[in-house]
């Protein structure tokens, strides 16, 4: 399983998916830069997310804060104090790791075996010149609460969400995108009365797993865990993981929190403004309550491909294949001329090409190499069809489409391509 996890990353250096962060100086630890197609990969998942969570719904707010906030936020919200892991230093080689993560042999270093320090709370905040760069996206939700409440007159229950970065000086960074320094989250708080909590954490709950499966992320891979009270966030009354079965070990891919009153509450006190919804029906004034479904993006898109790659024999070749779901795959149809030097066949295809890219914008066009290498290519990049131009094309106006998971072909009329890719995407 190791070996299935550095294939990934090999395979995301190699097809421009996630490369290491700043790696012509050496490679930043804890940071990875995505690619032209992991940018278009990553663009995608946040847009489905969004349609699903925000868009579709008549409940859900969107909306986008700043990266950088004041002191006095974390200090309402608890992470000037509470946001910090147990950190211990080799007295040897200096290297530092997480007490909480190492083995049995906690006393000596994992690297050198040297003496380690005593542990410290190690806060993983980042500083920069009095404001701290978000550790979480949650609380611009919290703190435009109000700005949200006067602007949209929303009634209870209701959600505001965003998409956004947020930054952890995380002790160890490491297994690629999982635990990394910066990274994006999607996230809603979704604001309840008090005695209505216990549903709507179910609803969230069963909404999480719709998610994931619409995402293609191998449903039999996940598994809740009910975090124990000592284990939780300190703002938590409540909390699910959702774990993933990644090659290191079953280790959490999203959350569902029950964060009480807690946020508003704090920040009420703090700042001194009323944050208390007013009931439209029984003019009763109070601080709603919240459920706060959580997904990481970069945990999203190492488990989708963990989901979704496979190495299998199409036709009596091997090959690899991303099988992601066609709204998400970075490539969604790659144009082929069968032949390189008919000049004719050349220009259909480019023709057929621009007219795809216009509609669909992630559209390839590949001239390079035999078409069973082309086909190669594109798999390992989970574009799930392939349209080649040939010399029956500039008799009857047909091209062949081939499926990336069957390999079959069937043929198809240039201008109804449109409507047909279409259909598919919807
Ligand atoms: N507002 C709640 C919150 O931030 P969290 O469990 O601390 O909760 C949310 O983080 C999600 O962010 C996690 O479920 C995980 O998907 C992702 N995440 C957390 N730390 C991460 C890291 N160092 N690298 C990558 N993703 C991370």
Redo the contacts with the bound molecule.
Sequence with gaps: MENKLEKIVSLCKRRGFVFQGSEIYGGLSGVWDYGPLGSEFAHNIKELWWDHFVRSREDMFGISSGILMPESVWKASGHMEDFADPLVECKKCKKRFRQDELDEKKSKCPECGGELSEPRQFNMMFETNGLYLRP???QGMFVNFKNVLDTMRPKLPFGIAQIGR?F?N?IS?RDF?????E?D?M?FEYFVNESDWKENFENWRKEMWVWIEKAGINKTMVNELEVAKNDR?HYSKRTIDFEFDFPFGKK????L?YRGDYDLSRHTEHSKVDLKYSDPVSGEKFIPHVI?P???L??TILAVLLSAYYEDELGGEKRIVLRFNPQIAPVKIAVFPLVKNKENVVSKAREIFVTLKKKFGAVDFDDNGNIGKRYRRQDEIGTPWCVTVDYQTLEDDTVTIRDRDTGEQIRHLVNELENYFAEKLA
């Excluded at 995108?177 to 320094?181: I, T």
């Excluded at 959490?252 to 959350?255: D, I, M, P, R």
Aim: no cysteine; proline share 4%; aromatic share 14%.
């Design positions: 979480e996206i949650a947020a952890r995380e960074p995108l999982f635990r990394v320094r990274f989250l996230e966030a959490e891919l999203y959350g929190a706060e959580t997904f990481g970069g945990r």
